[in-house]
């Protein structure tokens, strides 16, 4: 299953099932006294507004946890997984136009592959750690270059927009241990990987997290990208397909 959060033309806040029929449409999915139900009403993702998939109030982001993005940076594999924070002003949407900060900036986005947390929750064993993992997105981690040069992680991670999500929360199930992640700007691939070459495994990234961190429903952890960092112009379409999930597409504005 892969639910999405939407829009619908009248402007109500919904949520659905994102299916892979022909052409793909948008089957509701209501709530009624605690328990789920899937209505008739179905979207094509075109007439809707797709929203992110989830309120997270942090998004854990892992530094050089593929091999390959390691030896493209000439640094080496720490020790331990090295985390930085965005925080929820970063988030941006499926189809969004984000607009960066102004200045001579120079912006890099990375696919990631992102863990969305269903429980509040700390001390999690790694065995125990899918039990609070409530699906999988994509998230696209920009950055300005410039300042992450300078390890000024907040300027350089955390302005508005810098967290595109989405476009759906697919079920461990669905996606392949080995699903393939790729991102192209403007058609042209760009990386070109898959989620088996992490070098620290998702179960011992959330023991490590909750043994100091308490982790809230929705939040994400976005699992760090593998070579082929793309650049960022101004009119750049990005799009950061996850096999098994989907794709996350928007357009980038450089003032």
Not at 15 to 42: K, L, M, S
Not at 159 to 179: K, L, Q, T
Not at 184 to 195: A, F, P, T, Y
Request: charged letters at 25%; aromatic letters at 6%; one cysteine or more.
């Amino acid at each position: 299953m892969r639910t999405v959060r939407f829009r619908d033309p009248a402007g109500n806040v919904r949520r659905g099932e994102w299916t892979g029929r022909p052409g793909e449409e948008i089957t509701v999915r209501e709530h009624y006294g605690g328990r789920v139900a899937f209505g008739n009403e179905t979207f094509s993702p075109d007439t809707v507004d797709v929203l992110p998939p989830c309120d997270p109030s942090k998004i854990i982001c892992i530094g050089s946890s593929y091999e390959d993005h390691v030896t493209e940076r000439n640094t080496s594999t720490p020790n331990r997984p090295s985390f930085f924070i965005k925080p929820p002003s970063t988030v941006a949407a499926h189809r969004e136009t984000i607009t960066l900060p102004e200045g001579d900036h120079r912006f890099n986005c990375e696919a990631a592959f992102g863990v969305v947390i269903s429980d509040r929750c700390n001390n999690v064993a790694a065995t125990d750690a899918m039990s609070v993992v409530s699906g999988y997105t994509c998230l696209n981690d920009i950055s300005n270059h410039d300042d992450c040069a300078e390890q000024d992680w907040v300027r350089a991670t955390a302005f508005d927009g810098a967290a595109p999500i989405g476009p759906v929360i697919s079920r461990p199930e669905n996606v392949p241990s080995d699903a393939s992640l790729r991102l192209r700007i403007n058609g042209e691939l760009k990386q070109d990987s898959s989620i088996d070459r992490l070098t620290v495994p998702i179960g011992d990234l959330i023991e490590e997290l909750t043994s100091f961190m308490t982790l809230q429903p929705g939040d994400i952890i976005a699992t760090g990208t593998p070579a082929g960092v793309g650049r960022l112009s101004d009119g750049d379409e990005v799009e950061i397909e996850i096999e098994g999930i989907g794709t996350l597409a928007h357009s980038v504005r450089i003032p």
